[in-house]
């Protein structure tokens, strides 16, 4: 593996663990057994680790969005079709996050993030969207059940580590979408 790529990796597992305020590029060299100069070398700080990081996480969110549309849009997708993607994009939530769990702090930091968590949360907000209405769902409750689903999306993961729910997790990924799901749910019903 590069040693930018060892760098991101490195950096991903340290941030989601430890957050990133309290890490500095010097911890994260430390951590790879290189030298900050070495680091440095690839990246100019943490800054611009955890940017490109969030474009990773961009880039890959997009792809999933496009995806979960693409499932519901076909003929006959059903309720649990959703239930499918939202675990998908729960599963995204959680390789990255310490995104969620320190949004407010890194916009703070790193300025530049605000516009791109904005940018991500509009895109999630319009595949819900369009995945609701693949669904029939009612228009006037399209809205707010689409913005509860987001919100859910990026912070239920966190809710439930707040809540002291300890599971690995694929069992907190199914328990968050289950969560996510259920006035949906009882929608259909």
């Known amino acids: 593996m ?9 950096s991903l597992a340290l941030f989601n663990e430890e957050g990133v305020s309290g890490l500095s590029a010097v911890d994260i060299a430390a951590a790879l057994g ?3 100069g070495h680091l440095y070398y690839h990246f100019k700080g943490k800054a611009e680790i955890v940017s490109t990081l969030f474009t990773a996480y961009e880039a890959e969110l997009a792809l999933v969005l496009d995806g979960a549309v693409e499932t519901l849009a076909k003929p006959g997708a059903r309720l649990d079709d959703f239930e499918t993607q939202i675990r ?7 390789d990255m996050r310490f995104l969620f769990r320190e949004a407010g702090a890194l916009t703070k930091a790193f300025p530049e993030l605000g516009p791109r968590y904005r940018r991500v949360m509009s895109a999630q907000y319009g595949c819900v969207v369009d995945m609701l ?11 707010g059940l689409a913005r509860q689903v987001v919100l859910g999306l990026s912070f239920k993961l966190f ?9 690995a ?3 907190q990924i199914a328990r968050a979408a289950a969560e996510i ?8 019903a």
Not at 88 to 94: P, Q, S
Not at 159 to 167: C, H, R
Not at 181 to 188: T, V, W
């Open 159 to 167: 809710q439930l580590d707040l809540e002291g729910v300890s599971a």
């Open 2 to 10: 590069k040693t930018r790529d060892r760098i991101l990796t490195a």
């Open 88 to 94: 998908i994009l729960l599963e995204e939530t959680h």
């Open 169 to 171: 997790p694929r069992t």
């Open 181 to 188: 799901m259920a006035p949906i749910r009882a929608l259909a």
């Open 34 to 36: 290189i030298s900050p």
């Open 133 to 143: 209405s693949a669904l029939k769902t009612p228009k006037k409750l399209i809205d």
